[in-house]
Nanobody, 126 residues
């Protein structure tokens, strides 16, 4: 059982940066792959980024829309995954959700994830 709590959202100007954090409960959280999804008003939830568990290689995967701007990382000692977002654009405005998957197969599919956080709002002004 894993519980996830996101933090770090807020209001920033276009071109600015934010770092989101996702704190995971449990001592086995390092065994999970972690992902970030987002949902803007009137739009479907979309994949943003994912990072594999450290024992499986710790590789990362990004949506094309954020590649080169966002970086996902994890600190297993703190049971925390981070999402560094640079060069933010107004279209990045959304509620960002942290998710954990024990046995993922397709990183960009939300139904591959077992646990979800409550979300944190990111608003980018123009």
């Amino acid at each position: 059982q894993v519980q996830l709590v996101e933090s770090g959202g807020g209001l920033v100007q276009a071109g600015g940066s934010l770092r989101l954090s996702c704190a995971a409960s449990g001592r086995t959280s390092s065994s999970y792959a972690m992902g970030w999804f987002r949902q803007a008003p009137g739009k479907e939830r979309e994949f943003v980024a994912a990072i594999a568990s450290s024992w499986s290689g710790g590789w990362t995967y990004y949506a094309d829309s954020v590649k080169g701007r966002f970086t996902i990382s994890r600190d297993n000692a703190k049971n925390t995954v981070y999402h560094q977002m640079n060069s933010l654009k107004p279209e990045d405005t959304a509620v960002y959700y942290c998710a954990a998957a024990l046995h993922p197969t397709t990183w960009y599919r939300g139904d591959e994830y077992d646990y979800w956080g409550q979300g944190t709002q990111v608003t980018v002004s123009s």
